[in-house]
């Protein structure tokens, strides 16, 4: 399909060093709604992914301060509610942007789970930070009472709450996103999907799915709906212009226009930071290889740019 | 369209005195998917709307709980989080109770916004209470420093938030998602829609749409929903078996089998308490004049023989 998946990140939804206000997300989103429209005006399908690290963070840190009067909610559904906060947020934003260029598509957010093995060896090996930072005393009590995996991090003084971030290995709207798309309507609405990288699930031996305690990495769940829609291009919009090699040293070098040989080279070598441009690497690749024609890392002031070949990190197949 | 909306709230979503966590949410969805499995194994379109009073509720009083660390979000905000949470919900335990009575489709929970009229004349005259219960030297503090209209239950002992409760005048997803039942994938698929009567929002003089702190009657929403996608069977599931004339009085009788004449002239007559079952009467009454076929109100145990013309108040057309 002659389509684009956008995954938004980090400046697209809150300013950082923000207050985390919802009127500062409205103000970002604003900021970011006009490129989608103009990618939408070009004809093209758009579907729109989104991250919801410091959303999750404020509810977790919710469940907490309120855990007196309302009992606290897993992380799963936690994410369903992100996924309902943002996805409003696009469809209170975009249309206005759409309507602007003259593009008659409605914004439509479906709440998305993403399925993961139970059997993965994150499960194992809990690595993603989430939440706010607690003292040593609090750690040693959420550890015992909680049965937490705590990580003390240095570099910001406190401890934090780890915990898996398992592959995404299929998201279970896909098919029937897919079947609306195909029905001809593609060009008709925006769907805004997989936030967060999708609700981690995992399928029992019932053949029931059950939402775990972890975070999937949103990009990689992004790579995820862009594979099972048929999507052409996967845009993953980010803090900074592109990805760079030698990051943070003398021989810096940032990346346009790659080879796929190239960024899995690059990519082999270690170059791209974990948790960091590394998973959004790897999900372009994966994407390339299962079919995908355009990938591109790259800003909101670029974005447009970027799509056309004409800034960012891009790997073109044709 | 040969289809039914089923508009799910109290039991349904959580046990009347329960403890408001999420495994008796589960527990009582668990109770209530098998009868909404029975009505898609009938061939017919389902879809699915649900109040949100208490699961808001918890939110806002988390919102105060947490509002040290965490910015406060707005009621309509909320409204989008609690859709989806319970559409998630949804997403979860209804699949299993539809492989088991063999029916394959897939269930979709679209955030839903609601348009009402900036000038509903209930903006000025707020009349739902929201939220949790106050001391009467807090309710001056909120008054004075959040401009909230506060109103002093005597039976509860308490003073309460009031909100607005406007008329749903528009569904603003609606248009979208009838495209997609009507091609064709009206039975591939289950769509939760419109949770909470749908989040409010009001049209601005430059055709912005913009959320507004009020709550919208769900069953009036749910009419609305069931009007625009054209459906002939709207069902309001609610704690008792049906509607009663002289509710409380010793002359009072439960509503079998009605026309639309009679239902009206008890409504007309002010059997049906406002803020309780008036609404749904009432919204029941909207979807007939406006087409519908057959509208029944009834709880879960009946929901099936309802439908079936067995049981439950049900007025049908034809």
Not at 167 to 191: C, H
């Amino acid at each position: 399909m002659s389509g684009i998946l956008v995954a938004l990140g980090g400046n697209a939804l809150q300013r950082s060093g923000g207050t985390g206000t919802w009127e500062e997300a409205r103000t970002q989103m604003r900021a970011t709604v006009g490129v989608l429209a103009e990618i939408a005006a070009s004809g093209r399908e758009l579907v729109i992914a989104h991250g919801n690290g410091p959303q999750i963070g404020a509810l977790l840190r919710q469940n907490e301060l309120g855990a007196r009067d309302v009992p606290a909610r897993p992380m799963d559904v936690l994410g369903a509610e992100t996924q309902g906060q943002i996805g409003y947020l696009v469809q209170t934003e975009l249309p206005p942007a759409l309507r602007r260029v003259g593009v008659d598509r409605s914004v439509l957010t479906v709440i998305s789970r993403t399925e993961v093995a139970s059997n993965d060896p994150a499960f194992d090996h809990p690595t993603k930070p989430v939440g706010r930072f607690y003292s040593e005393e609090e750690a040693r009590v959420l550890r015992k009472q909680q049965g937490w995996i705590m990580r003390y991090d240095g570099a910001r003084g406190g401890w934090r709450r780890l915990v898996p971030s398992p592959r995404p290995i299929a998201w279970l709207e896909g098919p029937a996103v897919r079947r609306l798309l195909e029905s001809g309507l593609g060009t008709r609405w925006v769907p805004v999907v997989a936030g967060g990288g999708g609700i981690p699930v995992v399928r029992r031996e019932d053949g029931r799915y059950e939402g775990v305690e972890a975070v999937i990495d949103k990009d990689l769940g992004a790579s995820l709906v862009a594979r099972e829609l048929g999507l052409d291009t996967f845009a993953v919009v980010t803090d900074v212009p592109g990805a760079a090699v030698s990051f943070g040293r003398p021989t810096e070098r940032w990346l346009g226009e790659v080879t796929l040989g190239e960024l899995e080279g690059h990519f082999a070598r270690g170059e791209f930071a974990e948790g960091s441009m590394g998973p959004k690497v790897e999900a372009g690749l994966q994407f390339l290889r299962a079919g995908g024609r355009r990938f591109v890392i790259t800003d909101i002031p670029s974005l447009a740019r970027a799509v056309a070949g004409e800034a960012g990190t891009r790997v073109r197949l044709d």
